[in-house]
C-alpha cells in the first residue's frame, strides 16, 4: 500500500505544471504578434511539432523505432483532402477527426507486425509500410491524383465561421488549438499509470512481463494513438495548404521527423515542439545561404551537437531564463533542463 502511495504522489507531482512550461506556451502565443508576416511557417511548424510529438510517443515512452511514421501522415492527408474534395464532409473539423481515426486504423493494424520485432525489424517494417502506402497512392492515381496529387481542394470556413485566407492566419490558430489540445491529452497520457509501464517498457519489456504489465497490449495501444496523431497532423496539412500528393509519404518526410527528435530530444513532450522550432529556423537560415546544401549544415549541426551533449547546449541556451526566474521567483522556480536521452 506504501509503494502504492509513493507512486501516485511521484506522478501527481511530475505532472503538475512548471513556470517553464507556462512560459513556453505563452511565448508561443506572442509569436503571431511579434512576427505578424509568418503565418505561413509558424503553422508548418505547429503541423510539424504535432507529427513529431506523434513520433515522440512511441519512440522516446514506448521504445518503437519507426522510419516509416509518414504512412500515417499521408493516410491523414489524403483522407481529409478526398473528405473536402468529394464534399463527402465539409466541415473541417469533423474531417479531421475522421482522417485522425483513418491513420489509426492503420495503425491497429499494423501494430501487430511492429511488436513481432525488436529495433531493426521495426525500423524495415514501419519503412516498407510507408513504401507500400506509396506504392498504392501511385498505383490508384484514379483516386489519388498520383504524382500530381489532388487538385481543385476547397476547405470551407471552420465550424462554419473561420475561412482559411491567403495569409495563413486561420490556418495558424486552427494548429495552435489542435496542438494544444492533444498536447493536453498526450500530457494526461504520459504522466498516467499507462505512461509509467510504456517507460517500464522502454527499459526492460522482459522485466515490464514479469511483473504483470500485458506489453502487447500497451504497445500496440500507444502505436494507435501515435498514428492517430499523425493522421491528424497530416490532415491539418491538407487543410492548411490545400494539397495532397504523393510527397505526403516519403521517405524523406519520416527521415526530417528523425532529425527534429535528435535536434529536440526523445522521452519529453517539449522535446519535438522545441525540435520542430530549431529544425524550420536552421532550415529557413541555411536554404537563405547555401539553398543546395542546406542539408549539409544541418548534418553538421546534428554532429556537433552530439559531441558537446544536449543537456550541455540547454543548460548554455537556459541560463538567462533560470537567472531571470530565480531573481522573481525567490530562487524556487527554475527552468527544468531535461536530461540526455541515455538511447
Partial sequence: MSAANDVSTSAKASSRWRVSEVLFWIVVLACPFLFPSRYLIMTDILRLALFTLSLDLILGYAGIVSLGHAAFFGVGAYSAG?????????????????????AMVLG?????????GVDL????????????MEALGERFSNITGGTDGLQG????????????????????????IVLFLLFLLARRIVHSPFGLSLRAIRNNPLRASAIG?????????????????????????????????????????????????????????????IGAVVFKMLQELFQA??????????????VIMVMVGRARIHRWVLWLPNLVIRQIAGRKATVVVPEADAS
Avoid at 153 to 176: H, S, V
Avoid at 217 to 238: D, E, N, P
Fill in 82 to 102: 478526398l473528405l473536402a474534395l468529394h464534399g463527402i464532409i465539409n466541415e473541417p473539423v469533423l474531417a479531421l477527426i475522421v482522417a485522425g481515426l483513418a
Fill in 108 to 116: 491497429f493494424f499494423t501494430s501487430f507486425l511492429v511488436i513481432r
Fill in 121 to 132: 525489424t521495426r525500423l524495415m517494417v514501419t519503412l516498407g509500410i510507408a513504401l507500400l
Fill in 153 to 176: 481542394i476547397e476547405m470551407q470556413p471552420i465550424l462554419g465561421m473561420f475561412a482559411f485566407d491567403m495569409f495563413g492566419k486561420t490556418g495558424f490558430w486552427y494548429c495552435l
Fill in 213 to 273: 504489465i500485458p506489453v502487447n497490449r500497451r504497445l500496440i495501444a500507444i502505436y494507435t494513438l501515435a498514428a492517430f496523431y499523425a493522421g491528424i497532423a497530416g490532415a491539418l496539412f491538407t487543410q492548411t495548404t490545400q494539397l495532397a500528393s504523393l510527397d505526403v509519404f516519403s521517405f524523406e518526410r519520416s527521415a526530417d521527423l528523425m532529425l527534429v527528435l535528435v535536434i529536440g530530444g526523445t522521452g519529453y513532450l517539449y522535446g519535438g515542439l
Fill in 289 to 302: 545561404i547555401t539553398p543546395q546544401y542546406w542539408l549539409f549544415w544541418i548534418g553538421l549541426v546534428l
